[in-house]
């Protein structure tokens, strides 16, 4: 690799682990003021505008507190856990485009950090590797109430990654790739026709892939919410049930760890969705005439031009990942929670079969060439 | 490091200790005793469940309560009747005005004191008012339990504007001590029935709302139809009374069978339910505050002005201008609150329909000032007895609601 490419890849995760820290505190505070929102309270609202240091308050809180280790863990697994669940769900994103691509003095720069020809199994491996610290936790602090917590989990990630995989498959059918990059970028394209039927040109809308796959973007939408331990799928914690689940024996930042590797991993589901079937970083509608208007009205120069379309094409990026953090939120606070066996059930009878039936329909209009 | 890992191993197995092997149970090693409680966030006070986990099934489990202890009972044969009425409070202190109520008019009954109207319409709106808040905070903590926080808390404010107008009623919000022996310790302020009224139409809203957010919920109904059922057969069995037995068709409600205040002259409904299972307690209670909202709006219409305490000499407590001015009065106060009244002789048993069942009070008098003997039937107590037989073979998480749902209060079980 040239230096070029050494301090573009280098901006490019500066960039991506600077906006995913703050994604953390960020989420916290939308978590309780949304709910407070749909409460019918106020919410965290003493500390700076509308609350918005509380965030601060609690990482200074959770940085100072004693980091206390009860005497009846197995040590090593016991502080390697956090960090094994934290990891995976930071460096998902890499494979994430946020933006599509610029030349800048005939490099060609992709606004990803790495597009690997494997993309999406990297994503589900690496997201996969997560379960090992909840697993390790459980294990490790040697009660019986973790343990409950590490096997719920762990079951059930094992279980929703099945069909949260399968669901998938439909997407690279019709993209023909696994590279994340190129999936969005197909998105951009025209959805000329429904299955056998042809759209009237007039009524062409992008081919993003909720149009192609509305059964696979149910499946994989559910069974990210199994994935990341959100409500109400929150066995894991279930916090009436197995008092806290996994890190019921942990405390400061140790929890914080677990805390933030959660909001990751919503911060990663939702960058997924956006970029499987609501076009990555593809414009939304009625942005495009803003930034044509934009470029036009202060006649910018080409480079410009430039980067002025990718800063949209990460604006829009970013409001389709807000809006699915914010669905997160909006699920956690409306649904109550299954019970173990019940998620079982609905993994193995129903999410699976469905996304298998899935992949027979979408292989089958590949069949007769109707994607 | 050594050191730990022997300490691990320790905890596994004491010393001395030998495991049982049956050679032909092969899964016999993967039965795990946890303890769910006393302080367990799903345990409502400090309720203690021993329960032999297969997987997450519970295979057996005892229940063990008396962490809160505090010898209600024996205090009552050690204060004066006035001064007990402060102990009630703590009793189901989700209900406290119906513990109140139910105590004085024991009371009174023992002593043959017959109180005015207008005192015992506004002991009827206090018993519906803390029956409603009692329910609210009953299907809110059953909801929560099961993960839907939102539902709780939209009771839960309406639950806290019953506790304003309590509020104006007597100044405490939770531990109200407001009725006494023959009265009540002040009169319903100007203007109470309006607002008691405005407050009846909102939580009609508020309650409508709260049913149209979870009665109808897939997760809610997987949740609860046909978990931890208790059928009328083990209702009677466990002498189960209230909503709980309600909920298993058992026709009983004290405020019809056996009237007392003015709920022969108010119209309500008793609803009944077949199955006995966590939907149908969360359902009764549902209906059970909506006949409460009428109850309370038919007592808002019919009380009228008047005097709030009974005539009789015995137990009036003196106005606090003969107080200040006499000295007789003065007197009279002094001993009234210091040794208290005389009860004659006897015994008298009175039941009422409390938020969570039968409550009752026994006492026996030997025509002093204090009881001779004391005793309090609080439902909880044989609602908690059925918990065990209600939760095995099911789940964790349906023993938590299976708990929520029969609103065991710790205050009124221990005593």
């Known amino acids: 690799m040239e230096t070029f490419d050494w301090i573009a890849t280098g901006a490019k995760i500066a960039f991506l682990v600077v906006i995913l820290l703050q994604v953390v505190p960020i989420m916290s505070w939308v978590e309780r003021r949304g709910s407070a929102l749909m409460q019918n309270r106020l919410g965290p609202n003493r500390l700076g505008p509308l609350g918005l240091f509380q965030a601060i308050a609690d990482a200074i809180k959770f940085i100072w507190k004693e980091d206390s280790i009860p005497s009846h863990v197995i040590p090593f697994y016991y502080f390697i856990a956090p960090l094994v669940s934290f990891v995976p769900s930071f460096i998902t994103f890499a494979v994430i485009p946020f933006a599509s691509s610029i030349s800048i003095d005939g490099h060609v720069v992709h606004f990803q950090v790495a597009d690997l020809n494997v993309g999406l199994l990297y994503v589900f491996s690496v997201a996969s590797l997560g379960v090992y610290g909840i697993i390790m936790a459980g294990w490790a602090s040697n009660s019986k109430y973790?343990?409950?917590?590490?096997?719920?989990?762990?079951?059930?990630?094992?279980?929703?990654?099945?069909?949260?995989?399968?669901?998938?498959?439909?997407?690279?059918?019709?993209?023909?790739?696994?590279?994340?990059?190129?999936?969005?970028?197909?998105?951009?394209?025209?959805?000329?026709?429904?299955?056998?039927?042809?759209?009237?040109?007039?009524?062409?809308?992008?081919?993003?892939?909720?149009?192609?796959?509305?059964?696979?973007?149910?499946?994989?939408?559910?069974?990210?919410?199994?994935?990341?331990?959100?409500?109400?799928?929150?066995?894991?914690?279930?916090?009436?049930?197995?008092?806290?689940?996994?890190?019921?024996?942990?405390?400061?930042?140790?929890?914080?760890?677990?805390?933030?590797?959660?909001?990751?991993?919503?911060?990663?589901?939702?960058?997924?969705?956006?970029?499987?079937?609501?076009?990555?970083?593809?414009?939304?509608?009625?942005?495009?005439?803003?930034?044509?208007?934009?470029?036009?009205?202060?006649?910018?120069?080409?480079?410009?031009?430039?980067?002025?379309?990718?800063?949209?094409?990460?604006?829009?990026?970013?409001?389709?990942?807000?809006?699915?953090?914010?669905?997160?939120?909006?699920?956690?606070?409306?649904?109550?929670?299954?019970?173990?066996?019940?998620?079982?059930?609905?993994?193995?009878?129903?999410?699976?079969?469905?996304?298998?039936?899935?992949?027979?329909?979408?292989?089958?209009?590949?069949?007769?060439?109707?994607? | 490091m050594k050191e730990r890992k022997d300490r691990v191993a320790q905890m596994h197995l004491p010393a001395g200790y030998q495991m049982e092997h049956d050679p032909d149970d092969l899964w016999g090693d993967a039965r795990v005793i946890v303890n769910i409680g006393p302080t367990h966030p799903a345990m409502h006070g400090a309720l203690r469940m021993v329960a032999k986990l297969n997987g997450e099934t519970i295979e057996k489990s005892y229940c063990e309560f008396g962490f809160t202890h505090r010898a209600k009972e024996k205090l009552g044969e050690n204060r004066t009747f006035h001064n007990f009425i402060v102990y009630t409070d703590r009793l189901n202190y989700c209900s406290a005005l119906i513990n109140n109520v139910t105590y004085v008019r024991a009371v009174e009954k023992l002593m043959g004191v017959e109180v005015p109207d207008r005192c015992i319409w506004i002991r009827m709106i206090c018993c519906e008012l803390a029956r409603i808040t009692d329910h609210l905070i009953c299907v809110g903590i059953n909801a929560v339990d099961l993960g839907a926080f939102s539902f709780f808390l939209y009771g839960f404010h309406q639950r806290e504007e019953a506790y304003t107008l309590i509020e104006k009623l007597c100044g405490a919000r939770l531990t109200t001590s407001y009725p006494r022996v023959g009265g009540l310790m002040a009169d319903a302020p100007e203007g109470f029935e309006k607002e008691l009224k405005a407050w009846v139409l909102k939580t009609r809203e508020v309650i409508d709302e709260m049913d149209e957010l979870l009665t109808n919920n897939k997760i809610w109904l997987k949740r609860t139809v046909g978990i931890s059922v208790f059928d009328k057969e083990k209702c009677l069995q466990y002498s189960y009374t209230g909503p709980n037995a309600r909920a298993a068709g058992i026709d009983i409600d004290l405020r019809r069978d056996q009237p007392c205040m003015f709920y022969k002259d108010v119209e309500f409904d008793v609803p009944i339910s077949q199955n006995?299972?966590?939907?149908?307690?969360?359902?009764?209670?549902?209906?059970?505050?909506?006949?409460?909202?009428?109850?309370?709006?038919?007592?808002?219409?019919?009380?009228?002005?008047?005097?709030?305490?009974?005539?009789?000499?015995?137990?009036?407590?003196?106005?606090?201008?003969?107080?200040?001015?006499?000295?007789?009065?003065?007197?009279?106060?002094?001993?009234?609150?210091?040794?208290?009244?005389?009860?004659?002789?006897?015994?008298?048993?009175?039941?009422?329909?409390?938020?969570?069942?039968?409550?009752?009070?026994?006492?026996?008098?030997?025509?002093?000032?204090?009881?001779?003997?004391?005793?309090?039937?609080?439902?909880?107590?044989?609602?908690?007895?059925?918990?065990?037989?209600?939760?095995?073979?099911?789940?964790?998480?349906?023993?938590?609601?299976?708990?929520?749902s029969i609103n065991v209060i710790a205050g009124e079980l221990d005593r």
């Open chain 2, 276 to 404: 006995g299972d966590v939907y149908d307690r969360y359902m009764i209670r549902i209906a059970e505050m909506r006949q409460s909202l009428n109850i309370l709006s038919q007592c808002a219409d019919r009380i009228k002005k008047g005097s709030i305490w009974t005539e009789d000499k015995r137990v009036r407590i003196p106005d606090k201008d003969i107080v200040h001015n006499t000295m007789e009065g003065m007197i009279y106060h002094f001993k009234f609150f210091m040794t208290g009244f005389d009860v004659p002789e006897g015994e008298a048993y009175t039941q009422f329909e409390a938020a969570n069942g039968e409550l009752g009070f026994y006492i026996v008098s030997k025509g002093s000032p204090r009881a001779h003997r004391m005793r309090i039937r609080g439902p909880s107590v044989w609602h908690y007895q059925g918990l065990t037989p209600m939760v095995e073979g099911e789940k964790i998480a349906d023993m938590v609601a299976g708990l929520g």
């Open chain 1, 146 to 371: 973790t343990m409950l917590g590490a096997l719920r989990s762990a079951s059930q990630m094992i279980s929703y990654e099945l069909s949260m995989g399968l669901s998938v498959v439909g997407i690279i059918m019709c993209f023909s790739s696994v590279k994340l990059g190129d999936i969005a970028r197909q998105q951009g394209e025209l959805l000329t026709h429904l299955g056998p039927f042809v759209i009237p040109s007039s009524f062409h809308i992008p081919k993003w892939g909720i149009f192609v796959q509305p059964l696979g973007f149910l499946i994989f939408l559910i069974s990210v919410f199994a994935e990341t331990n959100r409500l109400p799928f929150d066995l894991p914690e279930g916090e009436s049930e197995i008092v806290a689940g996994y890190h019921l024996e942990y405390g400061s930042m140790k929890f914080a760890m677990f805390m933030m590797a959660e909001y990751l991993n919503m911060t990663t589901a939702s960058g997924l969705l956006a970029t499987l079937f609501f076009g990555g970083w593809q414009l939304l509608p009625g942005m495009g005439f803003l930034l044509h208007g934009f470029q036009n009205i202060f006649n910018l120069s080409s480079m410009a031009c430039e980067w002025t379309r990718i800063f949209f094409e990460i604006a829009s990026f970013g409001i389709k990942v807000v809006f699915f953090m914010w669905f997160f939120v909006w699920v956690r606070w409306t649904l109550p929670r299954f019970r173990y066996d019940q998620l079982m059930d609905l993994g193995w009878k129903v999410m699976l079969p469905l996304s298998l039936a899935n992949i027979g329909v979408t292989a089958a209009f590949a069949y007769y060439g109707w994607i």
